[in-house]
T-cell receptor, first 115, second 113 residues
């Protein structure tokens, strides 16, 4: 089946640091990748939609300058949390979708903790 | 506004009991419906999906879901649960030409042996 790899699985860093999270589709070409944020005991919240070779589309209320998304190839998208602060601590999950009417395939998620 | 509602936040069942998890959505237009499952320590996995056709959808591991358009519902069912079904279950919907998913808040299922 389709596999999406997300790295790192866990990050702990100081306030003010920028953190990059990678999302890779291992065995298919991902025309679109999605980035979600999940708060404890709450649903996954879509942050942005990323299409290869074009700018990401951010959901309302998501700061594009805070959460930089790059989708440089059909198998890789990155999310950079810039100048992270404790309130950015969360579980970030990516998903990828290939061509056609396909369901999304999810990565394992990244637990980000900002001290 | 588009939304997905899962009524049961936490369900505890004994093995062999029947399961039904509720999911209602609010979405104008054509919808695609999904159930995802997240086993402890693992990523979200697709359980089943409905795009069109037969409203009774069969998924993996004996799960099924029924799309009732008049009730805006897509409830998940399994006639006899196993301990290995212990997981969190998410209902999700996407609509029209977009692949964007809107998730419910999830239902944590604990099956006691």
């Amino acid at each position: 089946g389709a596999v999406v790899s997300q790295h790192p699985s866990r990050v702990i860093c100081k306030s003010g640091t920028s953190v990059k999270i990678e999302c890779r589709s291992l065995d298919f070409q991902a025309t679109t990748m999605f980035w979600y944020r999940q708060f404890p005991k709450k649903s996954l919240m879509l942050m942005a939609t990323s299409n290869e070779g074009s700018k990401a589309t951010y959901e309302q209320g998501v700061e594009k300058d805070k959460f930089l998304i790059n989708h440089a190839s059909l198998t890789l998208s990155t999310l950079t949390v810039t100048s992270a602060h404790p309130e950015d601590s969360s579980f970030y999950i990516c998903s990828a979708i290939g061509q056609g009417n396909q369901p999304q395939h999810f990565g394992d998620g990244t637990r980000l903790s900002i001290l | 506004a588009q939304s997905v509602s899962q009524h049961n936040h936490h369900v505890i069942l004994s093995e062999a009991a029947s399961l039904e998890l509720g999911c209602n959505y609010s979405y104008g237009g054509t919808v695609n419906l999904f159930w995802y499952v997240q086993y402890p320590g693992q990523h979200l996995q697709l359980l089943l999906k409905y795009f069109s056709g037969d409203p009774l959808v069969k998924g993996i591991k004996g799960f099924e879901a029924e799309f009732i358009k008049s009730k805006f519902s897509f409830n998940l069912r399994k006639p006899s649960v196993q301990w290995s079904d212990t997981a969190e279950y998410f209902c999700a919907v996407s609509g029209g030409a977009t692949n964007k998913l809107i998730f419910g808040t999830g239902t944590l299922l604990a099956v006691q042996p």
